[in-house]
């Protein structure tokens, strides 16, 4: 089994659920009292989200880069950068590192390929939506990929950092979710992209008929295979 690199805290309790998934998923697959080889780095999400506010992608990849060797040079054979949003910085990380990063997107295109879907809508911050680094490398593997508008975008937002951040989980905020999700199924979006990994501990797939790709699970999911492998 290989050791998987967890780079994580942002936030907390997204690596949380990504530490349950994957132990979960060792398990279930080697199954007795099998668990994951994890190795941990969890940063401080106040600092990493002060410099994304400020458009300091820069320092902040600089940030992650330096806990990524350290996980590197604690013995992970691989990396898992726990969070969307800060797969922004995987060029910077990939400079500094020799081990190969489990890219969430790629993951996520590849699952929603594999289905037959073509075109999916995307939740997540303003920086996924509204930046090209999630976008291109989705399109790049063949998808087509919708985004709400400006003022939902803004919406979408604010409700992960002042809420789901916190852990703290809206009924009204579910159901604004909810309507954007209607609104790229209306214009003709097969499928959600749940982008953030907060996203998920608001709306689940019972939520609502449209199809949803949650990226926590798959991101952990291919961790699993990728240790698993022979």
Known sequence: MKTIGMLG???WHSTALYYELINQGVQ???GGLHSAKI???SVDFAQIEQLQSHGDWDKAGEILAHQA???QHAG???LLICTNTMHISAPIIEQKINIPILHIADSTADEILRQGYRTTGLLGTKFTMQMDYYISRLQHKGLNVLVPDEIACN????VIFEELCFGDIKQNSKQDYLKYIDDLSIRGAECVIEGCTEITLLVKQTDTKVKLFD??????E???NFALAH
């Open 69 to 71: 060797f350290n996980l």
């Open 76 to 78: 992970a054979d691989f």
């Open 155 to 158: 919406k979408i937002n604010d």
């Open 222 to 224: 291919a961790a699993v």
């Open 215 to 220: 990226t926590t699970a798959i991101h952990a």
């Open 9 to 11: 805290g942002m936030s």
């Open 39 to 41: 190795i941990m780095s």
């Open 28 to 30: 279930q697959r080697l």
